[in-house]
Nanobody, 124 residues
Framework: QVQLVESGGGLVQAGGSLRLSCAAS????????IGWFRQAPGTEREFVAA????????YYADAVKGRFTISRDNAKNTVYLQMNSLKPEDTAAYYC?????????????????WGQGTQVTVSS
């Protein structure tokens, strides 16, 4: 069992930066790929970024590539999402998730455990 808690969201002006954290409990956390997803009101949850257990493989949605960076510190049981050059269209609730599977990391249905989310609002 893995429990996830996101933090670091807030209100920022366009062009600004935020760093989200996903703190996990569970001894096997370091074995699970972790993904970040986001969901704006009236839209489906969409993939943002994912990272494998070793941290050596990362994946990004085209919309955030070059602006967002995902990383993990297994010793701290924490995954980070550094978000730079934020745009109003990045406004959404951001969720981290863990999957026991190593497949389909860009698909929300592949994930077994989810956090409660943290709100990111980017003003223009």
């Amino acid at each position: 069992q893995v429990q996830l808690v996101e933090s670091g969201g807030g209100l920022v002006q366009a062009g600004g930066s935020l760093r989200l954290s996903c703190a996990a409990s569970g001894r096997t956390f370091s074995m699970y790929p972790i993904g970040w997803f986001r969901q704006a009101p009236g839209t489906e949850r969409e993939f943002v970024a994912a990272i494998r257990w070793s941290g050596g493989s990362t994946y990004y949605a085209d919309a955030v590539k070059g602006r967002f960076t995902i990383s993990r510190d297994n010793a701290k049981n924490t995954v980070y999402l550094q978000m730079n050059s934020l745009k109003p269209e990045d406004t959404a609730a951001y969720y981290c998730a863990a999957t026991r599977s190593g497949r389909g990391l860009t698909q929300a249905r592949s994930y077994d455990y989810w956090g409660q989310g943290t709100q990111v609002t980017v003003s223009s």
